[in-house]
């Protein structure tokens, strides 16, 4: 099983001048204990059940550039961007240099958003629901093509929301065949089909019960256009705090989502600006995590 470390608030000691630092020793010291993936949020105030929208936030392809030069293995993503925030092509040109800079270590992570708060703040349009799934199914095809062969298809793209006349891409992605798209959200009727039909991995919210279930329906919407189910990657998120959870308990958390099909599993800790907390998860919790065998559904 994989462990991925989400860093989803800067609000740390020393105010905003200290967020540099703190970040590079978060990133360095969970590169080094053996995280596979590190992660941060795509938003532009702190979302509710965080903090307040005054806290600091971070652009996200910006900070996952900061990151992928404090780290060696671990690979980088967003959890997961708004399709609305950026075009169609500057989607696979930010995931693209994350990848050639960082030697083949990005993730295209992206969803259909929902934080009207901030879009409206800070006036990025927010088009109704329906039309961010339009838009987030045009932005995964021209992404696909941009990632094509040697410089991309060099097509034209004529779609309702995006028009674009060569699909150029140069330099081209190093990871093979291409960074993993990883989709999120668990909605069965639309998010579940873009998965399916475009998608490497999927991030659904939710405990065993409800993972199980959604995983089902991802299943059967494989099924339906004829993609083994076992090509898309299994993500989950959760938190964990190992200043108040022993390793037993930390791990237990891991094996529940193993057992329903988990196979990566991406934590928000507690405390983890302090690096020593980044440290015992090192020390007495990732090695017994990546000796778990999800289990085959």
């Known amino acids: 099983m994989k462990i991925g470390l989400q860093v989803p608030s800067f609000t740390w000691p020393g105010g905003d001048a200290a967020i540099g630092p703190t970040l590079a020793g978060i990133a360095e010291t969970a590169d080094a204990v053996g995280f596979d993936s590190l992660w941060v949020m795509d938003h532009f105030y702190q979302i509710r059940g965080v903090g307040r929208p005054e806290e600091p936030m971070l652009e996200g392809w910006s900070a996952l550039a ?34 050639v800079l960082s030697g083949g270590r990005s993730y ?82 639309k998010t579940l089909r873009l998965v399916a039909k475009y998608a490497d991995a999927c991030n659904i919210f939710g405990g065993p019960d409800q993972l199980a279930h959604k995983f089902s329906v991802l299943r059967e919407r494989c099924a339906e256009i004829g993609r083994p189910f076992d090509e898309i990657e299994r993500t989950n998120l959760g938190q964990v705090d190992v200043t108040q959870q022993t390793p037993a308990e930390i791990l237990e958390s891991f094996r529940s989502r193993a057992a329903v099909g988990v196979q990566h599993f991406i934590v928000s800790m507690t405390g983890v600006d302090d690096i020593r907390n980044i440290e015992t998860m090192g020390r007495d919790v990732i090695q017994q995590v990546h000796a778990i065998e999800p289990k085959a559904i």
């Open 66 to 99: 900061f990151m992928a030069a404090h780290s060696k293995q671990a690979t980088l993503g967003l959890m997961v961007g708004g399709v609305h925030y950026r075009q169609a092509g500057l989607w696979a040109k930010a995931a693209t240099t994350l990848d």
């Open 108 to 189: 295209l992570g992206i969803g259909a958003a929902w934080n009207e708060e901030e879009s409206h703040g800070l006036g990025f349009p927010m088009p109704p629901l329906g039309e961010r799934f339009e838009m987030l199914d045009e932005t995964l095809q021209i992404v696909h093509a941009m990632w094509q062969g040697e410089r991309g298809s060099g097509a034209a793209f004529s779609g309702r929301h995006y028009q674009a006349e060569r699909l150029l891409n140069s330099p081209q992605v190093i990871a093979k065949p291409h960074p993993k798209i990883l989709i999120g959200g668990g909605g069965e009727q």
